[in-house]
T-cell receptor
Framework: AAGVIQSPRHLIKEKRETATLKCYPIPRHDTVYWYQQGPGQDPQFLIS???????DKGSIPDRFSAQQFSDYHSELNMSSLELGDSALYFCASSPTNTEAFFGQGTRLTVV | GENVEQHPSTLSVQEGDSAVIKCTYS??????FPWYKQELGKRPQLIID?????GEKKDQRIAVTLNKTAKHFSLHITETQPEDSAVYFC????????????FGAGTILRVKS
C-alpha cells in the first residue's frame, strides 16, 4: 500500500539558509499535517491543511511557511534557518477524522 | 487547548511481563485517542486507537482502555517481547477545526530478555 512520501530524507543546511521539505500524502487523504520532533521530544504540531486550505496552525515560527498544491502534495518552507531548527520533520496524512499516517521524516541538520 | 500528560516516562519490564502506559487529557470534547510506537530515528507508527464512544479495544497483545469521565486512557501490552522496546506516544484529537493530534511526552519502554 502507498505510504506518505517525504523528501529529502536528510538535509544539511547552514545557518540563515533556506530549506524546502516536500510531502506526498497517501492518495485520497484529504488532510496533511506537519510535525517537528526534536531529539528525545514528542512531535510538535506545526500546521495542517484540509483539502488544500490551511486548517490549523500550531507552534510554527514566522520564518516557516507551508502550502498544499493542487495535486495534494505539500511543502514546508523554512527560511533564516537557526541551529535550533535541527530536528526530524514529519508529514502525516489522514482521511477526514480518522487515523493519521506518518511519513519517514526529513532529518534537518543546521550547521 | 488540549494538554496530554503521559506516564511513566520510562518503563522497564522483563520479557513476558505486561506493560501499562497511562495518559490523561484535558479537553473533555476530545474524541479520538491513538497510540503510536516509534523506534529510534524512525517514524511514529499507529499501533491502536480508540474513539470516545468505545471503552476498550483489543488487538492481539495490545489493548487500549478509555475512561471518559476521568479523562484518561491506557495502553496495555501483554506478553512483552524484546521487539516491543521503543518509544510509545499517546495522542488526543481535540474537537476543533483542524483535527490535529496533540501528543503526550512519550514513554521509553525497555523489554529485558
Amino acid at each position: 500500500a502507498a505510504g506518505v512520501i517525504q523528501s529529502p530524507r536528510h538535509l544539511i543546511k547552514e545557518k540563515r539558509e533556506t530549506a524546502t521539505l516536500k510531502c506526498y500524502p497517501i492518495p485520497r487523504h484529504d488532510t496533511v499535517y506537519w510535525y517537528q520532533q526534536g531529539p528525545g521530544q514528542d512531535p510538535q504540531f506545526l500546521i495542517s491543511f484540509y483539502e488544500k486550505m490551511q486548517s490549523d496552525k500550531g507552534s510554527i515560527p514566522d520564518r516557516f511557511s507551508a502550502q498544499q498544491f493542487s495535486d495534494y502534495h505539500s511543502e514546508l518552507n523554512m527560511s533564516s534557518l537557526e541551529l535550533g531548527d535541527s530536528a526530524l520533520y514529519f508529514c502525516a496524512s489522514s482521511p477526514t477524522n480518522t487515523e493519521a499516517f506518518f511519513g519517514q521524516g526529513t532529518r534537518l541538520t543546521v550547521v | 487547548g488540549e494538554n496530554v500528560e503521559q506516564h511513566p516516562s520510562t518503563l522497564s519490564v522483563q520479557e513476558g511481563d505486561s506493560a501499562v502506559i497511562k495518559c490523561t487529557y484535558s479537553d473533555s470534547a476530545s474524541n479520538y485517542f491513538p497510540w503510536y510506537k516509534q523506534e529510534l530515528g524512525k517514524r511514529p507508527q499507529l499501533i491502536i486507537d480508540i474513539r470516545s464512544n468505545v471503552g476498550e479495544k483489543k488487538d492481539q497483545r495490545i489493548a487500549v482502555t478509555l475512561n471518559k469521565t476521568a479523562k484518561h486512557f491506557s495502553l496495555h501490552i501483554t506478553e512483552t517481547q524484546p521487539e516491543d522496546s521503543a518509544v510509545y506516544f499517546c495522542a488526543a484529537r481535540p474537537m476543533e477545526y483542524g483535527n490535529k493530534l496533540v501528543f503526550g511526552a512519550g514513554t521509553i519502554l525497555r523489554v529485558k530478555s
